[in-house]
Nanobody, 129 residues
Framework: QVQLVESGGGSVQTGGSLRLSCAAS????????MAWFRQAPEKEREVVAV???????GYSISVRGRFTASRDNAKNTLYLNMNSLKPEDTAMYYC???????????????????????WGQGTQVTVSS
């Protein structure tokens, strides 16, 4: 049974930092691309970052240079370090697992929610000005 459990959200002021974690269980972790998504009220869920099984990463333009995603395959854990936070980063943050395993855990070519079949419950990040 696949389980993804996020932690680390909270409230910070503009310019602050947070670190999110996602503990995964129930499958062969390194074989799957992992991702962080976020969803603000009345907005669509959007990708933040993806991390392949070998640790290679990709980011949305809005967070590039401020956020760093990583994974520890020995601990089955995904991380998101968020720096220089802005009010527009306020959202529920979700970790997600790709639906299908790929060689070396490579990520799908399109980083869209339908490509990720398993989701955590989310952790709230609130950035105040």
């Amino acid at each position: 049974q696949v389980q993804l459990v996020e932690s680390g959200g909270g409230s910070v002021q503009t310019g602050g930092s947070l670190r999110l974690s996602c503990a995964a269980s129930g499958y062969s972790y390194s074989n799957y691309c992992m991702a962080w998504f976020r969803q603000a009220p009345e907005k669509e869920r959007e990708v933040v970052a993806v991390v392949a099984g070998d640790g290679s990463t990709g980011y949305s333009i809005s967070v590039r240079g401020r956020f760093t995603a990583s994974r520890d395959n020995a601990k089955n854990t995904l991380y998101l370090n968020m720096n220089s936070l802005k009010p527009e980063d306020t959202a529920m943050y979700y970790c997600a697992r790709a639906s299908a395993p790929r060689s070396a855990g490579t990520c799908p070519s399109q980083w869209r929610p339908p490509e990720f079949g398993y989701w955590g419950q989310g952790t709230q990040v609130t950035v105040s000005s």
